[in-house]
């Protein structure tokens, strides 16, 4: 069975069962305006989106972009500069956490000042790395949410609400390329499979994961293909971001 005929008879699984698959779409590393990013924010107007910002790169350009479309802000890290002496890591514990502390809050308050009410106190940790010592302070800096990659152990943690994601587009080798159709619709599979049978928490939202700088023409094709294929089904329902977080 190919990819998509896999993935219809999933979704049919789930339809039988009376049960909605939900979803939700998060990209990453949005800064500086490029033109790939105009095109995904355009190419998922149709679902609620969510963007995680690097506030200490965020341009006017990109600010108004966002700002006008109807998408969620996320925050990722301050700078996205890596602190770290082996694998690349913002939020390390190895820098004082006071310092940590002050980057995040001027990030915070960059992007609620800029975004209002589309700004959600949930932070994605650059490369999905964060220190335990950062990760357990989040709530008490006013962070509500966190998002990284896998399916998460449980729905809170150290005060968060974890929502991660499922399904990355890229495949993360050097260069970094596209996953090519066959291995992002078997991690869609994979995830959907999991949450009907239990294995992991159902109630975790599928998130995609996109990086809107290295999308190339092959990708942004299948991720027309996937809206067009997940659209008008009763047994899928796309979540905001805000209400994946229970801020909304
Ligand atoms: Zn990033």
Do not use: Y
Request: glycine letters at 8%; a negative charge.
């Amino acid at each position: 069975m190919n990819g998509w005929a896999a993935l219809d008879t999933e979704l049919e699984r789930w339809r039988r069962a009376g049960r909605v698959a939900t979803f939700w779409w998060r990209d990453d590393d949005a800064a500086a305006l490029v033109p790939n990013l105009e095109r995904l924010v355009q190419l998922l107007a149709p679902i609620p989106a969510a963007f995680a910002v690097i506030p200490g790169r965020l341009t006017a350009e990109t600010r108004r972009l966002l700002s006008t479309g109807d998408v969620a802000v996320l925050q990722h890290g301050f700078s996205h500069d890596d602190h770290g002496d082996g694998e690349p890591v913002e939020l390390t514990d190895g820098r004082p956490l006071a310092v940590v502390q002050d980057e995040l809050r001027r990030g915070w308050a960059a992007l609620s000042a800029t975004f209002g009410k589309q700004a959600l106190p949930v932070l994605v940790p650059p490369w999905h790395r964060i220190g335990p010592k950062i990760e357990s302070s989040l709530a008490a800096w006013g962070f509500s949410g966190i998002s990284r990659f896998c399916p998460r152990e449980r729905r809170m943690q150290h005060g968060l609400t974890v929502v991660n994601t499922h399904v990355d587009l890229m495949q993360w080798d050097r260069p970094p390329r596209f996953a090519g159709e066959q291995q992002v619709l078997d991690q869609l599979l994979t995830h959907l499979q999991a949450r009907r049978q239990g294995e992991v928490d159902s109630e975790e939202p599928t998130g995609l994961l996109s990086h809107h700088r290295t999308t190339c023409n092959a990708s942004f094709a299948l991720i027309e293909m996937l809206l067009n294929r997940l659209s008008g089904r009763d047994e899928v329902r796309w979540v905001p971001a805000a209400a994946a977080f229970g801020s909304g």
